[in-house]
């Protein structure tokens, strides 16, 4: 039996992260976590590449210009929606997960999902940074080991390209 994994220590690369301002004293959070945990595991700053959107339904077009200049090795997403008193919320999250989840499998590219959908901002406060940790480290380590596992398993396709175009 072979079994491949990935490990978070093989941090060379250049990462993107796409990051909504809706929400930023949150986003804010993970954007900090997301940032010092990549440089704390060997990252330069200057392979670090920030775009700020406006909110999270933006955030897949931008994923996506990254992803398809195939100067990445992952693209990190992060961002907050809050349950509000109608299903807006919904509306967002489905599309949001769907389009990012599509765009990993389209540029075969580690597209991270760092997008918080909780029922109330204490729930988020807790998520970026409070007592139940913070989901941009997370999203940081998770791109670090898939991007370590892909380099161990090798690729199919070349990075960056989009077997739909």
Known sequence: MNIHTGDTSNA???YAIVVSKY?????TKLLEGATQTLVEKGVDESSI????VPGAWEIPLIAKRFAASAAYDAVLCLGCVIRGETTHD???NTQ???SLGKLSLDYDLPVLFGVLTCNTLEQAIHRSGGNVGNKGVECADAALEMVSLLRTIGSGDAKGSCPDK
């Open 49 to 52: 590449d920030v775009a700020w």
């Open 96 to 98: 949001v997960s769907a």
């Open 23 to 27: 929400n930023d004293s949150i986003t």
């Open 12 to 14: 060379n690369g250049k």
């Open 90 to 92: 919904q509306h967002i």
